[in-house]
């Protein structure tokens, strides 16, 4: 038995050991956890807000996944947080009419430049909903905020993924040998709750103050 499991250690090695020569071998290295395109190795970050929260998680994102930070140039990528937005709707009201839960939204614009092979946009949303609770307004203000900084973490992770796919679209566009700058690829991330609360907005139920 402990022969047959050593046996099936050996080969789970040799296994791991293929795969990580064959990602070599075409241009990836996994860093954190995602396999990233050895094309963005070194990036450039840019933001509308240079010290804005989104930006220093990005950052943080770059040396969680061991992306080498470099100032901007012509010679190396760039990704640039062009806009940030945040909306909200209201999911259910309680039986004064009153908003009992709303569902906000949080919205990134960004660019990848990659030289010799061009530009493209993205835009990534988070959705949550939010309890609203008239009798505890203090602390409903605290935990929104607290809650649109995890929207901007989970923002600043979907930024990690598109980019992990930036190769397979930079090859489309190398093989198409045309670029649109105006190509917008969006990536939506919603509470598992969510789809609950949008069922029972559709069928008009109330909450119960």
């Known amino acids: 038995m402990s022969t047959a499991s050593s046996l099936l ?8 050991v293929l795969l990580s020569l064959a990602t070599a071998s075409c241009g990836f290295h996994l860093r954190g956890n995602y396999m990233l395109p050895d094309d963005i190795a070194r990036l450039s970050l840019t933001s509308f807000d240079k010290y804005g929260p989104l930006t220093r998680m990005v950052k943080s994102q770059f040396k969680l996944h061991g992306i080498e930070a470099v ?3 012509s010679q190396v990528p760039n990704l640039h947080l062009i806009s940030e937005s945040q909306g909200e709707r209201t999911l259910s ?3 004064n009419s009153r908003a009992a839960e709303y569902e906000l939204t949080y919205t990134v614009s960004y660019q990848v430049v990659v030289p010799e092979k061009g530009a493209k946009r993205f835009t990534t949303k988070v ?7 008239p009798l505890t307004a203090l602390a409903k203000s605290v935990e929104r905020d607290m809650l649109l900084d995890e929207m901007r973490e989970q923002a600043a992770r979907q930024i990690m993924r598109q980019l992990a796919r930036l190769t397979a679209d930079l090859n489309q566009l190398d093989e198409d040998e045309t ?5 917008s690829t969006v990536e939506t991330e919603t509470d598992p709750a969510q789809a609950v609360t949008n069922q029972r907005l559709q069928t008009g139920d109330t909450a119960t103050p």
Not at 9 to 16: A, E, K
Not at 127 to 133: A, E, I, P, T, V
């Open 9 to 16: 250690s050996r080969f789970r090695l040799v296994i791991v």
């Open 71 to 73: 100032p901007p140039s």
């Open 93 to 95: 009201l309680y039986q």
């Open 127 to 133: 959705n949550r909903s939010f309890l609203d609770n």
């Open 179 to 183: 670029l649109s700058d105006d190509v």
